[in-house]
């Protein structure tokens, strides 16, 4: 049958409930050395892949804003070169327009 826990216990006895609650009070033991370093590397190796990951990405963005610089800088000096044509022509047409026409 079970135990009882009203039996006569001897001096320096303890009980089931006494060694169950001294066991729960006991801290388990601290993790090894090793395991710690293991949990850590495997945390950095996550971060570096995590990193590694926004640097490919940063680059691929960072290459197409690149190519889009480059392509809206080839359109201004278009721009440029076609406004420097248009007022050297209102230029010459200034100078072959009588001083009334140039006043209108």
Do not use: H
Not at 17 to 22: E, R
Not at 82 to 103: F, H, N, P, V, W
Request: with cysteine; charged share 30%.
């Amino acid at each position: 049958s079970g135990i009882n826990a009203e039996w006569p216990l001897r001096p320096g006895e303890l009980n089931l409930n006494d060694s169950l609650s001294k066991l729960e009070a006991v801290p388990p033991p601290p993790p090894e050395p090793y395991e710690i370093l293991k949990c850590r590397e495997i945390e950095m190796q996550r971060e570096i892949q995590r990193l590694q990951t926004l640097s490919n990405t940063l680059r691929r963005e960072f290459g197409l804003a690149k190519a889009e610089a480059d392509q809206r800088a080839v359109q201004i000096q278009g721009l440029r070169c076609d406004l420097a044509g248009a007022a050297a022509r209102l230029s010459d047409m200034s100078g072959e327009l009588s001083e009334k026409q140039k006043i209108e």
